[in-house]
Each structure stands twice: as C-alpha cells, then as structure tokens.
C-alpha cells in the first residue's frame, strides 16, 4: 500500500519483484480449487481465473483444479481434478480425476480416474479407471478397467479388464487372466 514515502514505496516494489520471481529449490505446494497456497519457498506457478501451469516440484491439486504439468513435474490430482501432463511429468490421479498425457508422461490411475494417453506416454491403471489409448502409448492395466486402443498403443490387461479395439489394427494387446478383448468392427 502506497504510504507518502516515494523512496519506502519503491524499495516495497523491488522486494515484491523479487519475491515473484521463480526460485532454484522447489518444496511441496498444494494447489486447491481456484486458490494456491506455498510453503516458504514461492514456486513457479502461473495463476488465472482457476488454472495453474506448473513447471516443476511436487503438487497436489483438489477440488476440480485444472493443472498443466510439464517438464519433471510431480503431481498427485484428486477430487475430481484437471491434469495435462507433457514432457517426463509423473502423475498419480483418483477420485474421478482426468488426465490428458503426452511425451512420456507416466500416470498412475486409480478410483475411477479417466485417462487419454498419446506419445509415448505410460499409464497404469486400476480400479474401474477408464484409459484412451493412442499412438505408441503404453498401458498397465489392473482391476476393471476399461481400456480404448488406437493407433500403436501397447495395451497389458488383467484383473477384469476390457480392452476395445478396431480390426485390423497396429496395436499390440495382452491380455491376462479374466481380461477380455474386445473386437469392435470398422465401418466400411
């Protein structure tokens, strides 16, 4: 707040400049709803009407938050979150979250967590989650699962999984115990 001393003012701007800037060392971070809060160290993230873009460190989101995780972000989404992971990304969803996952992103989905996988991403899956699998994405998958194969997606299915996938097709599907493959036939 502005307070009559010129000097004081600009000396208060300078320490908020420096205290927005994006710090070397990363500590946990919570991100909730439309809000973010930090521990001691600010880390680097991009706050607008609800969405957060997070570089790096480790983050939980809840309450529906919409996350963009790229580079080696660490993130655990629950409650119903919004994950977009790229780059090395590790993401843990549950609760009904969804993840979009591309370039070798690597997601660990369980409780009903709804998946798409492009670019070499890897899923692993449990828990009645629901995976779209495209290109040379890999999935794991345990429980009931329900999986959607396209392109060269590489599918390991067991527990009581299901698989879908159009034939002919590049993709390449195991499946183990009670998993089931399903044919859907392409419409001429």
Same mark, same amino acid.
């Given at each position: ?39 001691? $160290? ?140 399903? $044919? $859907?036939?392409?419409?001429?």
């Amino acid at each position: 707040m502005p307070n009559g001393n010129p000097e004081l003012n600009k000396q208060t701007a300078a320490g908020i400049a420096v205290a927005a800037e994006p710090q070397e060392d990363f500590v946990q971070a919570t991100i909730t709803g439309e809000y973010s809060s930090f521990d001691s $160290i600010q880390k680097r993230a991009d706050v607008a009407d609800g969405s957060y873009n997070v570089s790096s460190g480790f983050f939980k989101t809840t309450c529906g938050a919409l996350v963009n995780a790229s580079g080696e972000a660490d993130l655990l989404a629950l409650k119903q979150s919004r994950v977009y992971g790229s780059g090395q990304a590790r993401i843990d969803a549950t609760d009904r979250s969804m993840v979009v996952a591309t370039d070798q992103a690597k997601v660990t989905a369980s409780g009903y967590a709804a998946v798409l996988a492009t670019g070499y991403a890897k899923v692993y899956a449990s828990e009645s989650s629901i995976v779209t699998a495209m290109d040379g994405s890999e999935v794991y998958a345990s429980g009931r699962v329900k999986i959607k194969a396209f392109g060269c997606a590489t599918v390991y299915a067991s527990g009581d999984s299901e698989v879908e996938v159009s034939e002919p097709t590049m993709c390449n599907i195991y499946v183990y115990g009670n998993a089931k493959k399903v $044919i $859907i036939p392409q419409l001429p």
